[in-house]
């Protein structure tokens, strides 16, 4: 390391200039990063109920589905003007591009077609609404048919009938971005004059993630600012508060310029990920300066000062920032793409930070003059901080076993709060109930079928299956269960269409709307269907062979057990009532099936990740120290910080979500860095010779003294994201906080109560 540090002074010119050269390299590609929420990042393509939904993607088209609900101040939505805007609002979302036609659902659209008995034994089948109605009788004509048809009353129209829907599906060919502004600019000349319009689905939500997620371009600077003024308390000079920045910028702008050259997209994880960038390359650099202004005030020489602070701290970084990398690594075993890229990038950030402070760092700083006589005797002048940990270090070595008790009972409680952690993802509730998005979403599941989709496939083994009265019927009966779900509606399928027109063949007699015996007149409606309403007439639910069919619902909740209960009772019922019969039958996508998926893994791999993590920290710190017992002593503080983490989920009712499921690993992976800084730091003080109090006092003078002001910009520098008012990032700011602030204080007091009771070897020899 000594031989090293030497080479890196000789050449310091070359190794600045090069670095700012890569640096400004990897700069330049930061204008091909770009912002997308992608769809199929964010859910886990292996999970049974994603593979339905990709597979029905594939056959009927469309992973977008939009509501559109339009609601009337007063009295019923039957008025010209209401049923006017429909008709426009359905004939601007027909011109968008990449909609699925046959997809589109409303009074207007032109698969909304009336069934009605004309004759004895013959039925008339026409659109609903074609025009924009100007006289009385022709919206009594529309009234009269969506009450006397169970396809439209409850699904395209509200009971009370003072709120209309309009439903359509998107392929994944049009960003969520270019939907949003094509639906907003069909829906904005109608908004207003007695008429409320709200939107919701998923393209709809991603789409203002996205705008929340473009709030780190005004946070980030904040974080630098707030991150900027924790260096100048930890220094109170420009030089040290500008140099760790100014790395950890570099450190910044590497990770995101290799994950721009690599034609990666940012997406809200990898969002917040420049903040924990430069709060830890931060803090790095803030303990290589401390050591440094140690290192000065015995020497008196720049050069010399910067060889012993890398020989004394160099390898304790490199053995620290390797845990941490490694832990974020861990994190790319998760099975959803956008959590594996963002402990990739953090990973990567770790390992620049690394690089550039084993290099620019140095090499800069022996370029820089040496600091005057005030600096170093400010840095040495005692504060309220020296004060406190003075303090600290005298209660823990007072009461070793009181601290260790202390902790015993904090991990026990918390332990007990975690009892109650739920698990869910439902991605409504990462925004704010004030958001427009959650309000809209709230009005629509209360006026009308609901917001959350569910789709079931079924497929059958042979052409025609699905005109077998016993296939429709075992479908039909499928629908009827659903529907008799107090949460859910909107069930469509083939088999309601073959229902409406046997009832219409029989003089709308309710008695037979039901499915036929005979499989020739479930063929001769369908033959007639087509006749009438033409080829693609009801490609939404069935292919042309009819043997391919979905089913398509909506829910009025999408929380994690309701649809969990909800799946586990669909499955009971179709391996029951399918039995035998020449098709199987996939649940779910939809909406309710993805979040399922995302819970079941956020659950499964949360507690592999944790034990991975656990892992390889263990093993690493074990095999660095030469101790398994060293190894212990890392796992200690973090273990407490992550049941005191978890507890407060508990008690808070804080949902474990895609988010809260990755702050274990960035609490874990940071709170790695204060352990093993604090432990090497006591085994260099004891191998000097001082007695064991002493060295427990000095090392949290010193190296103390530096995890305080690292924890504090990790901390501060994640609280600017409670000021998004974006409800995930709230969470996620608080939560980070508290872990690491926990690390950092249970690594100050448990490692050293546990080094004075057992006085291991690792650490005495």
Not at 636 to 647: E, K, M, Q, T, W
Request: aromatic share 8%.
């Amino acid at each position: 390391m000594e031989r090293y540090i030497r080479f890196v002074i000789r050449h310091r010119v070359a190794i600045v200039t090069g670095a700012v050269l890569l640096t400004g390299f990897l700069a330049y590609q930061l204008l091909g990063l770009r912002l997308e929420i992608r769809r199929r990042a964010n859910i886990p393509d292996d999970h049974p109920y994603v593979v339905v939904q990709n597979r029905m993607a594939d056959l009927f088209g469309g992973e977008g589905v939009v509501i559109i609900g339009i609601i009337a101040d007063q009295g019923t939505i039957y008025t010209p003007d209401i049923l006017g805007r429909i008709v426009r609002i359905t004939r601007g979302v027909l011109e968008i591009p990449k909609v699925i036609e046959t997809s589109v659902f409303s009074l207007a659209a032109p698969n909304a077609r009336a069934i009605i008995a004309d004759q004895p034994g013959a039925m008339d089948i026409h659109p609903l609404v074609e025009e924009e109605p100007t006289s009385g009788e022709e919206i009594e004509r529309i009234r009269r048919e969506v009450r006397e048809d169970r396809f439209f009353r409850g699904n395209l129209v509200s009971e009370d009938e003072t709120a209309a829907v309009i439903v359509a599906d998107f392929d994944y060919g049009i960003s969520d971005a270019d939907l949003a502004r094509h639906i907003e600019a069909v829906v904005a000349p109608e908004r207003g004059d007695g008429v409320r319009i709200a939107l919701a689905g998923s393209p709809v939500l991603r789409s203002a993630l996205a705008r929340y997620t473009g709030m780190i371009a005004y946070l980030f600077p904040l974080a630098v600012l707030v991150i900027g003024l924790v260096h100048w308390e930890a220094f109170r000079t420009l030089q040290a508060m500008f140099l760790p920045l100014v790395t950890a910028l570099m450190s910044v702008v590497w990770a995101l310029g290799l994950m721009a050259a690599v034609g990666l997209p940012m997406d809200t994880w990898s969002a917040m990920t420049p903040v924990l960038i430069l709060a830890v390359a931060a803090g790095h650099a803030v303990q290589l300066l401390k050591r440094y202004y140690e290192e000065y005030s015995i020497t008196g020489d720049n050069d010399e000062a910067i060889v012993r602070t890398i020989v004394a701290v160099g390898p304790v970084m490199l053995t620290a920032g390797a845990v941490a990398a490694a832990g974020f690594a861990s994190l790319s075993t998760f099975g959803v793409m956008s959590v594996r890229v963002f402990g990739l990038l953090l990973a990567s950030g770790i390992l620049s930070a690394l690089a550039i402070e084993m290099t620019f760092i140095p090499a800069c700083r022996s370029l820089l003059p040496a600091p005057r006589i005030r600096e170093v005797e400010r840095e040495r002048k005692r504060g309220r901080l020296d004060s406190a940990l003075d303090w600290l270090s005298s209660m823990v070595i007072a009461r070793p076993p009181a601290m260790l008790w202390g902790a015993a009972t904090l991990f026990l409680l918390s332990a007990i709060g975690a009892t109650s952690l739920r698990v869910d993802n439902s991605i409504r509730y990462w925004f704010a109930p004030s958001t427009a998005v959650r309000v809209d979403d709230a009005l629509l599941n209360q006026r009308l079928a609901g917001t959350a989709t569910l789709r079931i496939l079924v497929e059958g083994t042979a052409q025609n299956v699905l005109q077998r009265p016993e296939v429709l019927q075992a479908i039909a009966d499928l629908c009827q269960f659903l529907e008799d779900q107090p949460e859910v509606a909107g069930v469509t399928s083939i088999s309601g269409h073959v229902k409406r027109m046997h009832q219409a063949m029989n003089d709308g007699d309710p008695a037979f709307h039901r499915i036929p015996e005979d499989e020739k007149t479930i063929g001769t409606y369908l033959f007639l269907y087509e006749m009438a309403a033409g080829p693609n007439g009801l490609t939404a639910f069935v292919d042309a062979d009819y043997r391919q069919t979905m089913i398509r619902a909506l829910s009025k909740t999408d929380t994690a057990s309701f649809s969990r209960d909800l799946l586990r009772r669909l499955e009971e019922f179709r391996d029951e009532r399918f039995a035998g019969l020449p098709v199987t039958v996939g649940i779910a996508g939809g909406t309710l099936g993805i979040q399922t998926a995302l819970n079941d893994v956020v659950v499964a791999e949360k507690v592999r990740n944790m034990f991975q993590v656990s892992l390889i920290i263990f093993f690493l710190c074990s095999l660095l120290l030469r101790s398994f017992v060293g190894g212990l002593f890392v796992l200690v503080p973090l273990l407490v910080a992550v049941a005191l983490n978890f507890g407060l989920m508990g008690w808070s009712e804080t949902w474990l979500d895609m988010a809260t499921a990755t702050i274990t690993a960035m609490g874990i992976s940071i709170g790695a860095d204060f352990a093993i800084y604090l432990i090497f730091r006591i085994r260099e003080e004891l191998a000097v010779g001082d007695e064991p109090e002493e060295a427990i006092r000095r090392s949290l003078r010193t190296s103390g003294k530096a995890i305080f002001f690292v924890s504090s910009a990790v901390a501060l520098g994640y609280m600017v994201l409670p000021l998004s008012g974006f409800s995930i990032w709230i969470r996620l700011g608080l939560l980070t906080s508290v872990i690491v602030a926990a690390s950092a204080i249970a690594a100050l007091v448990l490692i050293p109560a546990l080094a004075l009771l057992f006085r291991p070897r690792f650490l005495f020899g």
